[in-house]
């Protein structure tokens, strides 16, 4: 006798915890990154891999975000750009760690700059905060003008 019973359905992902579920839904800022529905489903696409996120991400595709609104690079990403600089702040030299360098877009996003590395580079907190909408030839110009001031 011939057995036709339906293939099993696909493996879904793990469900969200309830509270993440909220945070994501009330678009919460954390550590001034906005948190968006969006990103978290780029983020938790079971079908693709951290480096096809990672492409999408430095190729500017933003996740589907609308300009202005941000994501926080994955860890090992921001690593390699903070090692390109020697760990080291573009603007004031100083040395940095993971929990004080910020990625910055020397052509700032609100200027027109993207995501592509060529445009980020390793900031300190400091001169990240200063600098704001700046691109980073004006910022350092500030900068040399307020050192020899």
């Not at 975000?65 to 390109?84: K, N, Q, Y």
């Not at 980020?120 to 001169?127: E, G, P, R, T």
Request: positive net charge.
């Amino acid at each position: 006798m011939l057995n036709f019973e339906e293939p099993p359905p696909p493996p879904q992902p793990e469900p969200m915890p309830d509270w993440l579920q909220f945070l994501i839904g009330a678009g919460v800022v954390i550590g001034g990154v906005y948190v968006a529905s969006k990103v978290i489903d780029a983020l938790t696409e079971p079908s693709e891999t951290p480096a096809e996120r990672r492409r999408r991400a430095l190729n500017g595709v933003r996740l589907g975000l609308p300009a202005g609104e941000r994501f926080s690079f994955p860890r090992d990403f921001r690593d390699e750009i903070s090692r390109a600089h020697a760990w080291r702040c573009h603007y004031c030299g100083v040395r940095t760690t993971r929990t004080t360098r910020r990625i910055d877009h020397a052509k700032s996003l609100a200027n027109g700059g993207s995501n592509d590395p060529r445009n980020l580079v390793n900031a300190c907190d400091s001169c990240n905060a200063q600098k704001g909408a700046m691109n980073a030839g004006e910022f350092v110009a500030l900068l040399r003008k307020m050192m020899d001031d």
